[in-house]
């Protein structure tokens, strides 16, 4: 007789999301994340929770189902008995992933995409990689990201950039992009289509980041502050993103009346970089907040 998998409850460091540990694994190496009911159709765990009111994401990933809410109701409220209603379907024999529809291999298309940096490349999926960015400029900083670390072996490879669809590459001069983007592009097709992991605990970083945080990181900033990110948020970074980058707003001098941001990516370092926040970034900022910011500086990531 099979032994009955045991539920419990972890808390995280954000307020909103609750882990649901199970004392053995229920995925397969394999980390998932729902948004919707409808994404969720290859999960009928994933699925019946959506049916919850306050249930607004559910994360299956190894041996837990992560879950956040939305604010109303509390999780003092409700987690126990979500916790037995995750433990109960399990141990019914209930399916957490249909293995009909997780195993069957979807074919797995990259393609390579210039940038205004001309040492970058931008490799495109046609699947979600990542859940947030991550940069690496050498191999010592990809102990938790096994495709980066593999590309790092390649030698012409500089740094790596991967967000949520696609991954630059930075590469150093002794190779020109007509004789590797191929190579490139073939082994990271290659490396995804085989389900290898991208990043370890991405959905974990991933709780980390969440808009709570993020909420109280914003309200933390000076009013011209927060009017600078929003802008960035809304007009920059999606431009900047489809050229194999990423802009974060580091911080604003009211004295000197100066910004401070970080690029990375296909930006970071880009000889067209300066040009851009010059004749773009700072003329915005300049025009839509009156004379609050005179200049714009980078710090490339």
Same mark, same amino acid.
């Given at each position: 007789?099979?032994?009955?998998?045991?539920?419990?409850i972890?808390?995280?460091?954000?307020?909103?999301?609750?882990?649901?540990?199970?004392?053995?694994?229920l995925?397969?190496?394999?980390?998932?994340?729902?948004?919707?009911?409808?994404?969720?159709?290859?999960?009928?765990?994933?699925?019946?929770?959506?049916?919850?009111?306050?249930?607004?994401?559910?994360?299956?990933?190894?041996?837990?189902?992560?879950?956040?809410?939305?604010?109303?109701? $509390?999780?003092?409220?409700?987690?126990?008995?979500?916790?037995?209603?995750i433990?109960?379907?399990?141990?019914?024999?209930?399916?957490?992933?249909?293995?009909?529809?997780?195993?069957?291999?979807?074919?797995?298309?990259?393609?390579?995409?210039?940038?205004?940096?001309?040492?970058?490349?931008?490799?495109?999926?046609?699947?979600?990689?990542?859940?947030?960015?991550h940069?690496?400029?050498?191999?010592? $900083?990809?102990?938790?990201?096994?495709?980066?670390?593999?590309?790092?072996?390649?030698?012409?490879?500089?740094?790596?950039?991967i967000d949520?669809?696609?991954?630059?590459?930075?590469?150093?001069?002794?190779?020109?992009?007509?004789?590797?983007?191929?190579?490139?592009?073939?082994?990271?097709?290659?490396?995804i289509e085989?389900?290898?992991?991208?990043?370890?605990?991405?959905?974990?970083?991933?709780?980390?980041?969440?808009?709570k945080k993020?909420d109280?990181?914003?309200?933390?900033?000076?009013?011209?502050?927060?009017?600078?990110?929003?802008?960035?948020?809304?007009?920059?970074?999606?431009a900047?993103?489809?050229?194999?980058?990423?802009? $974060?707003?580091?911080?604003?001098?009211?004295?000197?009346?100066?910004?401070?941001?970080?690029?990375?990516?296909?930006?970071?370092?880009?000889?067209?970089?300066?040009?851009?926040?010059?004749?773009?970034?700072?003329?915005?900022?300049?025009?839509?907040?009156?004379?609050?910011?005179?200049?714009?500086?980078?710090?490339?990531?």
């Open positions: 007789m099979m032994e009955s998998i045991k539920i419990s972890k808390n995280t460091s954000n307020p909103t999301i609750i882990k649901f540990e199970a004392d053995e694994f995925t397969q190496h394999e980390s998932f994340e729902f948004n919707t009911i409808d994404e969720a159709s290859i999960s009928p765990l994933a699925q019946q929770l959506f049916y919850l009111p306050f249930v607004k994401k559910v994360y299956i990933s190894g041996n837990f189902i992560a879950v956040e809410r939305y604010n109303i109701v $509390e999780w003092e409220d409700v987690q126990g008995e979500v916790a037995q209603q433990e109960s379907y399990i141990n019914n024999g209930g399916v957490i992933i249909d293995p009909s529809t997780s195993k069957k291999k979807v074919p797995v298309t990259i393609y390579a995409e210039s940038t205004p940096n001309p040492s970058v490349m931008k490799f495109v999926a046609n699947k979600k990689l990542v859940i947030h960015s940069e690496f400029k050498s191999i010592d $900083e990809t102990k938790n990201a096994p495709l980066a670390s593999e590309l790092f072996h390649f030698p012409f490879v500089k740094s790596i950039f949520e669809n696609f991954v630059s590459i930075t590469k150093y001069d002794i190779a020109e992009w007509n004789d590797i983007t191929m190579e490139l592009r073939e082994f990271i097709r290659s490396y085989n389900d290898k992991t991208i990043i370890l605990n991405d959905i974990d970083n991933s709780i980390e980041k969440t808009t993020l109280q990181a914003f309200e933390a900033q000076d009013d011209i502050s927060k009017e600078i990110i929003s802008i960035l948020e809304e007009y920059v970074k999606p900047v993103a489809s050229d194999g980058g990423n802009i $974060e707003f580091q911080s604003y001098d009211p004295d000197n009346k100066t910004v401070k941001v970080i690029l990375q990516g296909a930006c970071s370092g880009c000889p067209s970089s300066t040009f851009t926040l010059k004749n773009g970034i700072e003329n915005m900022l300049r025009e839509m907040l009156n004379g609050k910011v005179n200049t714009v500086e980078a710090i490339n990531g």
